[in-house]
Nanobody, 125 residues
Framework: VQLQASGGGLVQAGGSLRLSCAVSGGTFSRAAMGWFRQAPGMERELVST???????YYEDSVKGRFTISRDNAKKMVYLQMNSLKPEDTAVYYC????????????????????WGQGTLVTVSS
């Protein structure tokens, strides 16, 4: 299984970006997916998850601004990021977990089996 994240870039505060994560190998519909981020000097933190059934979870810091979605036919997961803030600056990683139940996606990064390489999001003030 391989994950390829893309869509990062430089954007002004208040702007938007859409991150994409392409998954190859495995059975994508069996994967719970997560987006995590890591800012310089900080630990990796959860941003959002989406279960196999499409149930979404958001950390409070992004709730109302970010939207996670998945397209099982295309084996893609997306993170639409609106109203971006400088504190959203980080490398964003997508991750896949093939052991979760239908309506569950882990919040613990250690539960994820596969990771993408990361895409850098920089939000200028």
């Amino acid at each position: 299984v391989q994950l390829q994240a893309s869509g990062g870039g430089l954007v002004q505060a208040g702007g938007s970006l859409r991150l994409s994560c392409a998954v190859s190998g495995g059975t994508f519909s069996r994967a719970a997916m997560g987006w995590f981020r890591q800012a310089p000097g900080m630990e990796r933190e959860l941003v959002s998850t989406i279960s196999r059934s499409g149930s979404a979870y958001y950390e409070d810091s992004v709730k109302g601004r970010f939207t996670i979605s998945r397209d099982n036919a295309k084996k893609m997961v997306y993170l639409q990021m609106n109203s971006l803030k400088p504190e959203d600056t980080a490398v964003y990683y997508c991750a896949a977990d093939y052991n979760s139940k239908l309506d569950h996606a882990p919040q613990d990064p250690n539960k994820y089996d596969y990771w993408g390489q990361g895409t850098l999001v920089t939000v200028s003030s």
